[in-house]
């Protein structure tokens, strides 16, 4: 994992306890529960219920957590505290990196609370719980389009808030990803003289993920393949696009003496 990706995913948690720590003084504004950090949770009152799953979650033990959150709005389905509970439960369970639980808690409040004032909250865990299961670029990448698209959907949806510009910075990081197992492919292809099929890879690059850190590869990858067919144009008008886009990189350098050698041979 690049240092980049370590700091957006303790963004993405400072800004999840943000509002996970107001909804948990919020439901402790009225009066104090018990101590029920050793009693049952089955068939208690709605805010010593609550209260125990807040108790539960400050100590750590985050899949308990939110199984009593759970709980709460199972019993209380209609009350205020369910509403609470349930994005308290995917915040509990993303603590607890059950992400896909995490995903299930969210969307279920979207469903009932589409336009409540935490829906952005709701969307952002939802995202960011993707974003945490983004595998390295030698494993499938489904889960890497799944967090790309949520959190596209995060900076539709509340272009203004602050999950928005987490959102952003997290969704170049997988477009990142994303170009780099283009390039994986690209060049397996290409060890194995399958041209066609890795100029399509590394094409993908160029058109879909041009601001990536890949795209200068790409280009230069492009300029070997069309040499290795025989495209010496099109290999030169890539070159000197690569020259042009980025004319200090060491791909650029490698293209033009390839290019060179290839017209002088």
Known sequence: MT?????????????????????????CAGKKGPNVSDRSYIARDVETLY?????????????????????????????????????MSGFSYYLAKDYQ??????????????????????????AISYYEQI???????????????????VTRRFPDSPYAADARLKMDLARDHLAGKEMEIGRFYQQRRQFIAAASRFRNVVDKYDVTSHTPEALHRLVEVYLALGLRDEARKT????GYNYPGSKWYERSYALVERYTTG
Do not use: C, M
């Open 239 to 242: 070159a000197a696009a690569l």
């Open 3 to 27: 240092a980049s990706s370590r700091t957006g995913r303790t963004t993405g948690r400072a800004l999840l306890l943000l509002v996970a720590a107001g909804l948990a003084l919020s439901a």
């Open 135 to 153: 595998a390295n670029v030698q494993r499938d990448q489904k889960i890497t389009d799944q967090a790309l698209s949520a959190l596209t959907e």
């Open 51 to 87: 209260n125990f799953g807040k108790d539960t979650l400050d100590k750590g033990r985050y899949k308990q957590a939110a199984l009593i959150f759970d709980e709460v709005e199972r019993q209380h389905p209609y009350s205020t505290w369910a509403r609470r509970a349930q994005l």
């Open 101 to 126: 639980q995490a995903i299930l808690s969210s969307q279920r409040f979207l469903s009932l609370h589409p336009g409540n004032k935490d829906a952005a909250y709701a969307y952002y865990l939802i």
